[in-house]
């Protein structure tokens, strides 16, 4: 089945490029030209991903991926805007955005990084082999076929890419992973040097948060100094 795209887009011929392009590649393509026709189709239509711009009317893309992230923590999000400024694309990862790309792009490397979003590879341990669907560690489980992790037997909302984050670390136990491996594992693309190090860290706080359930815990994922990051769990 293909996959299904929401691009909310206020720019009517953007928006009909974008539709005609992922059409092309084989997606079911449904769109939006405001904020809040945009947020009430990803909470209607479950898109398998949201093509999100920032500058909307009626309501702001943060203010639409606020939202959808609080009911909707999995569904990966692509942030596609001209705001350019390190402080917007912070707040974009932040608030939940997987990736984030500035206008004017390249339409190939769009897809490019759409294709690294809705990708399901099973996880490979260091001898490339398949993992095991289950990673225990502590009082969490992580389904690793269903993307779930439960903490307690309760299901934790981890995003799309806290999710990727936590089960690439997880399978490589007792390894150092740098923040350029994870940067380039993970979201598949450089991003900007002065943005890199928040990016994964910001992740990486979420889920060391979700992970502790806001109690004292015991850390699963500590840190290198000046390296990057071990799974210890």
């Known amino acids: 089945m293909a996959a299904k795209i929401l691009i909310v887009e206020d720019e009517p011929g953007l928006l009909e490029g974008l539709q005609h392009n992922f059409q092309f590649e084989g997606y079911e393509v449904i769109t939006a030209a405001n904020g809040r026709d945009g947020l009430k189709s990803a909470l209607k239509e479950k898109p398998d991903l949201v093509v999100l711009d920032l500058m909307l009317p009626e309501k702001s893309g943060f203010d639409v991926l ?19 400024f390190e402080a917007d694309i912070v707040k974009g990862f932040d608030l939940g ?3 984030y790309v500035t206008k004017p792009f390249s339409v190939a490397e769009l897809l490019a990084r759409v294709r690294a979003l809705l990708k399901r590879a099973p996880a490979v341990d260091e001898a490339g082999q398949q993992t095991p669907g289950t990673v225990t560690f502590g009082d969490v489980t992580m389904d690793l076929t269903n993307r779930e992790v439960k903490k307690n037997g309760q299901l934790l909302q981890l995003s799309f890419k806290e999710f990727e984050l936590l089960k690439y670390l997880s399978v490589r136990r007792g390894k150092t992973i740098s923040r350029d491996e994870l940067l380039q594992e993970i979201w598949g693309v450089d991003v900007e040097a002065g ?13 060391r948060g979700k992970l502790a359930g806001g109690e004292i815990d015991r850390p699963f994922i500590v840190t290198v100094h000046k390296v990057g990051y071990k799974f210890v769990g």
């Open 97 to 99: 955005a997987d990736d």
């Open 195 to 207: 943005v890199t190090t928040r990016t994964v860290d910001t992740h990486i706080a979420n889920i």
């Open 66 to 84: 606020k939202e959808f992230r609080e009911r909707n923590a999995a569904t990966p999000v692509l942030i596609l805007t001209a705001r350019n």
